[in-house]
Nanobody
Framework: QVQLVESGGGLVQAGESLRLSCAAS????????MGWYRQAPGKQRELVST???????YYDDSVKGRFAISRDNAKRTVDLQMNSLKPDDTAVYYC?????????WGQGTQVTVSS
């Protein structure tokens, strides 16, 4: 079973940056499709960004141009660089792995952006 651990959340002011990291244990990381989701209070969990096994990235329109996803197969990590943060980015951010048709989730890391 894949285990995911996120890190890097925190409290920042609008316009600042944060970098989230997700480390995966177990499973063949290089063939996992990875992604980041977020859930704000009172809202449904939503997709932020994904990266395929060959490095192709997808971004939700709300973060396009501000966020960048990357993966390091040797380190078994996927990072999300978040720039120009806005108060609307405040949420719990979850790392996701899709491996052999199963979805795995991390415990989440809180990102709070003050205005």
């Amino acid at each position: 079973q894949v285990q995911l651990v996120e890190s890097g959340g925190g409290l920042v002011q609008a316009g600042e940056s944060l970098r989230l990291s997700c480390a995966a244990s177990r499973g063949a990381f290089s063939i996992m499709s990875m992604g980041w989701y977020r859930q704000a209070p009172g809202k449904q969990r939503e997709l932020v960004s994904t990266i395929t096994t060959d490095g192709s990235a997808y971004y939700d329109d709300s973060v396009k141009g501000r966020f960048a996803i990357s993966r390091d197969n040797a380190k078994r990590t996927v990072d999300l660089q978040m720039n120009s943060l806005k108060p609307d980015d405040t949420a719990v951010y979850y790392c996701n792995a899709n491996f052999r048709s199963a979805n795995y989730w991390g415990q989440g890391t809180q990102v709070t952006v003050s205005s």
